[in-house]
């Protein structure tokens, strides 16, 4: 077919006069050859024709609507259910500028690849064109995006994770700049075939071109590898827009804190996939008088105000957070948000009665229909819930939203932490003793590997800044912007660092923290801290916390698990520079510095 016949390219049907927008769509429906060629609006009525197509489909059902209102689940090829690290592409012209931690393939040789996959794609399908916006409608440079998706499922999710609808096409005007996110489940239909409940590829690839700002994934239809606003966007690609330009994109969450004394604090926390952000994001203080508001679970963008501080704002619209273990004890607040309705859980279990389940939840079944279809029970051995089941829902939902979530100057953050899955060696919280430590500490983030991503299970890895999947260039470039930015500011007005650790175990594996809403407590020490009024411990790894500064009131632990959970194991931590210093080889020539000096000083002082 060619664009005068595929129905819904005319452009006289787009709701756009963007030139370059209109020529992208014009090009990339001639490749991928759709049956017709949809513009997204993002209205109820859009989303009622997409969730009645994907039911008729088989891809979602749809729930109980008085237990979820306006609801449904989808359930995935078992071969699609996380983000792909190995199919993760930089293409930057170089190929320093990607590694050495991402996977590089010249740009040219890649764009042909794809062309040649992309070729013929989306027969017997749809092709959406998504306009959607990362962060505030009412910013003065808002970021905007375009992606082209077959995907029903992305259409709807992008909805809800993304600002989209006719605000965003009005800021995209005639020739306002776009990132192009294009994306095909590559899985064209023959005339006549069925179609799968889960069309997806054996070959997939999730590829940025970092200079050109574009986006092109293949293959898969979940999560990060598919909801390009995402990761792609708003982490790989914005962090290569953000070192050009003097600012940060940061896989963090955004917490207020607000004291007794109705002070509120600001917090952006980084921790690997699967780690925490979302619990402590939406975090109910056990301590009284203490209360918890967020802005966001996923990803910051920071950069500094007039004023020399550093602010933070969420480009998310939604939560994209992990199911098993959400409950109403360790997450009330995103139990409530899904409540609501309006959410798209991928991945967990049904219940008999149309509801849904997943390990952690309360509530005992002695039948389900797991997340591959088949028939659970108690004694099935396998879980009910993918390890990386999802749900999907508006951010606008959850009752501890912080009234400023959607104000394009962002919020002012006091303190940045750092932390990993680590069953030993690593402190409950430490403190870091200047920014370019602070730097240091977020440099060597180890954690155990989880199902968030393709992997062994439990491996430690080092994962700077939580970012190691999602930096769109040069690990040693992107630690020299960290150290820059610190240099170049105010250090009064810098945000302290510190270091936390949830995941410490003893002997029998117990964790010796109890965590989830517990760990006001330790939010409770930092914000002592940053007003200079609580005790830490000098200690060669930073300044520790000691049980006796930690509000420990009423706490359900025993003294002897906190007093652990807060040791520095010097043994441990010698035994931690072999991996460190692998780490920084790997890393090679571009390790900044002031990294090194950092190593060096930690070292002697381990000596
Ligand atoms: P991504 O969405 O993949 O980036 O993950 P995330 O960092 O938002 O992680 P999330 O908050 O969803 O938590 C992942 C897992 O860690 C869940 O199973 C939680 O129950 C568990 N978890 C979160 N906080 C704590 C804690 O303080 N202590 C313990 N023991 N487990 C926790
Ligand atoms: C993560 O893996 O860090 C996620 C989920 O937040 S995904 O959007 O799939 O990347
Ligand atoms: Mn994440």
């Given at each position: 077919?060619?664009?005068?016949?595929?129905?819904?390219?005319?452009?006289?049907?787009?709701?756009?006069?963007?030139?370059?927008?209109?020529?992208?769509v014009?090009?990339?429906?001639?490749?991928t050859?759709?049956?017709?060629v949809?513009?997204?609006?993002g209205?109820?009525?859009?989303?009622?024709?997409?969730?009645?197509?994907?039911v008729a489909?088989?891809?979602?059902?749809?729930?109980?609507e008085?237990?979820?209102?306006?609801?449904?689940?989808a359930?995935?090829?078992?071969a699609?259910?996380a983000?792909?690290?190995?199919?993760?592409?930089?293409?930057?012209k170089?190929?320093i500028?990607?590694?050495?931690?991402?996977?590089?393939?010249?740009?040219t040789?890649?764009?042909?690849?794809?062309?040649?996959?992309y070729?013929?794609?989306?027969?017997?399908r749809?092709?959406?064109?998504?306009?959607?916006?990362?962060g505030?409608?009412?910013?003065?440079?808002?970021?905007?995006g375009?992606?082209?998706?077959?995907?029903?499922?992305?259409?709807?999710?992008?909805?809800?994770m993304t600002?989209?609808?006719?605000q965003?096409?009005?800021?995209?005007?005639?020739?306002?700049?776009?990132v192009?996110?294009?994306?095909?489940?590559?899985?064209?239909?023959?005339?006549g075939?069925?179609?799968?409940?889960w069309?997806?590829?054996?070959?997939?690839?999730?590829?940025h071109?970092?200079?050109?700002?574009?986006?092109w994934?293949?293959?898969?239809g979940?999560?990060?590898?598919?909801?390009?606003g995402?990761?792609?966007?708003?982490?790989?690609?914005?962090s290569?827009?953000?070192?050009?330009?003097?600012?940060l994109?940061e896989?963090?969450?955004?917490?207020k804190l607000?004291?007794?004394?109705?002070?509120?604090?600001y917090?952006?926390?980084?921790?690997?996939s699967?780690?925490?952000?979302?619990?402590?994001?939406?975090?109910?203080?056990?301590?009284?008088?203490?209360?918890?508001?967020?802005?966001g679970d996923?990803i910051?963008?920071m950069?500094?105000?007039?004023?020399?501080?550093?602010?933070?704002?969420?480009?998310?619209?939604?939560?994209?957070g992990?199911?098993?273990?959400t409950?109403?004890?360790?997450?009330?607040?995103?139990?409530k948000t899904?409540?609501?309705?309006?959410?798209?859980?991928?991945?967990?279990?049904?219940?008999?009665?149309?509801?849904?389940w997943?390990?952690g939840?309360?509530?005992?079944h002695?039948?389900?229909?797991?997340?591959?279809?088949?028939?659970?029970?108690p004694?099935s051995?396998?879980p009910?819930?993918?390890?990386?089941?999802r749900y999907?829902?508006?951010?606008?939902q959850?009752?501890?939203?912080?009234?400023?979530w959607?104000?394009?100057?962002?919020v002012?953050?006091?303190?940045?932490?750092?932390?990993?899955?680590?069953?030993?060696?690593?402190?409950l919280?430490?403190e870091?003793r200047s920014?370019?430590?602070?730097v240091?500490?977020?440099?060597?983030v180890?954690?155990?590997q989880?199902?968030a991503?393709e992997?062994t299970?439990g491996?430690?890895?080092r994962?700077p800044?939580?970012?190691?999947?999602?930096?769109g260039?040069?690990?040693?470039d992107?630690?020299?912007?960290?150290?820059?930015?610190?240099?170049n500011?105010?250090?009064?007005?810098?945000p302290?660092v510190?270091?936390?650790?949830?995941?410490?175990r003893g002997?029998?594996?117990?964790?010796?923290?109890?965590?989830f809403?517990?760990?006001?407590?330790?939010?409770?020490w930092?914000?002592?801290?940053?007003?200079?009024t609580a005790?830490?411990v000098?200690?060669p790894?930073?300044?520790?916390?000691?049980?006796e500064?930690l509000?420990?009131?009423g706490?359900?632990?025993?003294?002897?698990?906190?007093?652990?959970?807060l040791a520095?194991?010097?043994d441990?931590?010698?035994?931690?520079?072999p991996?460190?210093?692998?780490?920084?080889e790997?890393?090679?020539?571009k390790l900044?510095?002031?990294?090194?000096?950092e190593?060096?000083?930690?070292?002697?002082?381990?000596?």
């Open positions: 077919m060619t664009s005068a016949t595929i129905p819904g390219l005319d452009p006289d049907n787009a709701p756009t006069r963007h030139a370059e927008l209109l020529a992208w014009a090009e990339i429906a001639e490749l050859q759709p049956d017709r949809e513009w997204s609006d209205s109820d009525e859009e989303w009622t024709r997409l969730t009645d197509h994907l489909a088989g891809t979602i059902v749809k729930l109980n008085e237990k979820k209102p306006n609801s449904y689940l359930t995935s090829d078992p699609d259910v983000r792909v690290e190995s199919r993760t592409y930089i293409c930057s170089n190929e500028d990607a590694g050495p931690t991402n996977n590089w393939v010249d740009p040789e890649m764009r042909a690849t794809m062309t040649e996959l070729r013929g794609c989306m027969r017997g749809t092709m959406y064109v998504i306009p959607f916006c990362m505030p409608l009412g910013a003065d440079d808002p970021k905007l375009v992606e082209i998706t077959d995907s029903e499922y992305v259409v709807l999710s992008m909805r809800i600002r989209v609808g006719p965003v096409v009005e800021l995209l005007g005639e020739d306002r700049f776009f192009k996110a294009l994306h095909s489940l590559g899985a064209p239909l023959a005339d075939e069925a179609d799968v409940p069309p997806c590829n054996t070959t997939k690839y999730i590829t071109f970092p200079e050109d700002r574009e986006i994934s293949f293959g898969s979940y999560g990060g590898n598919a909801l390009l995402k990761k792609c966007y708003s982490l790989r690609i914005a290569a827009m953000a070192h050009d330009e003097g600012w994109a896989h963090m969450l955004i917490l607000i004291s007794p004394e109705e002070k509120a604090y917090f952006a926390a980084a921790f690997p699967a780690c925490g952000k979302t619990n402590l994001a939406m975090i109910q203080p056990t301590i009284p008088g203490w209360r918890a508001e967020t802005l996923d910051a963008w950069r500094f105000g007039d004023d020399g501080r550093l602010y933070a704002v969420n480009p998310e619209f939604g939560f994209f992990v199911a098993p273990g409950n109403w004890s360790s997450n009330p607040n995103a139990m899904v409540e609501a309705g309006n959410t798209m859980y991928t991945n967990v279990a049904r219940t008999d009665d149309g509801d849904i997943w390990e939840l309360e509530g005992e002695d039948h389900l229909i797991d997340w591959q279809g088949n028939d659970w029970t004694e051995g396998t009910a819930a993918h390890p990386n089941s999907c829902t508006p951010m606008s959850c009752p501890i939203m912080a009234p400023e959607d104000d394009p100057q962002g002012p953050i006091s303190g940045i932490l750092f932390g990993g899955r680590r069953k030993t060696t690593v402190p919280v430490t870091a920014w370019q430590h602070g240091f500490m977020g440099a060597t180890g954690s155990e989880t199902a991503a992997g299970v491996t430690i890895r994962d800044m939580a970012m190691l999947p999602f930096l260039y040069n690990v040693g992107y630690l020299q912007h960290w150290i820059d930015l610190g240099k500011a105010d250090e009064s007005k810098l302290k510190f270091y936390v650790n949830w995941f410490r002997d029998d594996k117990r964790f010796l923290w109890p965590g809403g517990e760990n006001s407590r330790v939010l409770k930092i914000v002592e801290r940053i007003e200079g005790d830490g000098e200690t790894i930073g300044i520790v916390a000691t049980p500064a509000d420990l009131d706490l359900d632990a025993s003294p002897a698990d906190v007093a652990e959970s520095v194991n010097l441990e931590w010698r035994g931690e520079i991996s460190i210093e692998e780490w920084f790997f890393v090679g020539e900044p510095t002031g990294i090194a000096d190593f060096a000083a930690l070292k002697q002082r381990l000596s």
